[in-house]
């Protein structure tokens, strides 16, 4: 296989796998407390509320992770783990792919599901047996976030950005740059009393909004919302009577079709261990590219025909 095809068959993997691996978990379970604590959000103003959400669902630190998102034809899947973001991303997701084009490209490389894990510096992606066949027997594949923002263009700009600064709050921050906050009402969720709120982020309003963020925080909320093809998202978000985010589903229009997604966080303050991959089974992205010709031809051929094509996030 040609190093161009190579690069945009594994660029694809980590673009598609890691960013909506984490995109789509900014939300929670059962809030069980963990670090954070407050009074409920009930009779207080929605802003009022969000912002109490954004602040201790930031200081909580970690949780579990469960979550299942489509994207149009490109993909559904499910995604479950721990995350910790106290001082720069970490953490372990199992990404399982249940349909679209990314399911047929993993079934190729044999398997429907890979682990993701999260570092400061760079993700790290497991890979089948198969697969490996192709990376001189080693399983893990690393992607620096910094080669993946130079050679993925606008989406690997995003990646970096989302992978480096991505926090269960960011829902909690579109919903204040909206502008447009409204309380739906009192649900239970996974046995625990939430408060449900509600709002539509337009990408093209949100400089004439009275956002509640600052203007270098919507001036990045608008790139990156622009990076990934985004005009309008619906949010909601249920909250805990602690101040903690326990569910949010969200739609919206991207480049790459309709996307919904529903996340769920458990045991706020939960321990996670993350460290890279043994160096004897992981092969750097970077690495593979100036070898060329990395993937070989069979399953690495059949999946560049299916990926290149339908990510829309490689050039």
């Given at each position: 296989m040609k190093s161009t095809t190579a690069r945009r068959v594994t660029l694809s993997v980590a673009v598609v796998a890691a960013l909506t691996g984490v995109a789509a978990c900014g939300s929670s379970d059962s809030g069980k407390g963990g670090k954070a604590a407050g009074d409920g959000a009930i009779n207080v103003s929605p802003i009022a509320a969000l912002r109490s959400a954004e602040q201790s669902t930031d200081k909580a630190d970690s949780a579990k992770v469960r979550s299942t998102t489509s994207i149009g034809e490109l993909m559904t899947m499910t995604g479950n783990g721990a995350l910790t973001w106290g001082d720069g991303l970490k953490g372990n997701l199992t990404i399982t792919y249940t349909g679209g084009k990314m399911a047929d490209m993993m079934r190729q490389?044999?398997?429907?599901?890979?682990?993701?894990?999260?570092?400061?510096?760079?993700?790290?992606?497991?890979?089948?047996?198969?697969?490996?066949?192709?990376?001189?027997?080693?399983?893990?594949?690393?992607?620096?976030?910094?080669?993946?923002?130079?050679?993925?263009?606008?989406?690997?700009?995003?990646?970096?950005?989302?992978?480096?600064?991505?926090?269960?709050?960011?829902?909690?921050?579109?919903?204040?740059?909206?502008?447009?906050?409204?309380?739906?009402?009192?649900?239970?969720?996974?046995?625990?009393?939430?408060?449900?709120?509600?709002?539509?982020?337009?990408?093209?309003?949100?400089?004439?909004?009275?956002?509640?963020?600052?203007?270098?925080?919507?001036?990045?909320?608008?790139?990156?919302?622009?990076?990934?093809?985004?005009?309008t998202d619906t949010i909601d978000l249920w909250i805990n009577d602690q101040n903690l985010l326990v569910k949010k589903s969200e739609k919206a229009d991207t480049a790459n079709g309709k996307m919904t997604s529903t996340a769920y966080y458990s045991d706020y303050g939960v321990k996670v261990t993350a460290v890279a991959p043994p160096a004897g089974d992981t092969v750097d992205f970077e690495k593979m590219l100036k070898s060329g010709g990395v993937m070989g031809s069979g399953t690495g051929s059949g999946t560049g025909s299916t990926v290149a094509g339908g990510t829309g996030t490689t050039s």
């Open positions: 490389a044999g398997t429907s599901s890979m682990e993701a894990r999260y570092l400061p510096d760079a993700y790290y992606a497991h890979m089948s047996d198969a697969y490996a066949q192709h990376t001189g027997g080693k399983h893990w594949i690393r992607y620096s976030y910094d080669e993946l923002a130079k050679l993925g263009g606008a989406s690997g700009s995003y990646l970096k950005d989302q992978l480096q600064n991505s926090t269960p709050n960011q829902s909690v921050k579109m919903l204040l740059a909206s502008g447009d906050v409204k309380k739906v009402g009192e649900e239970t969720v996974s046995g625990a009393h939430t408060t449900h709120y509600a709002g539509t982020v337009n990408v093209a309003d949100l400089a004439s909004k009275n956002s509640n963020l600052s203007s270098d925080q919507l001036n990045a909320l608008k790139k990156q919302l622009g990076q990934a093809g985004v005009t």
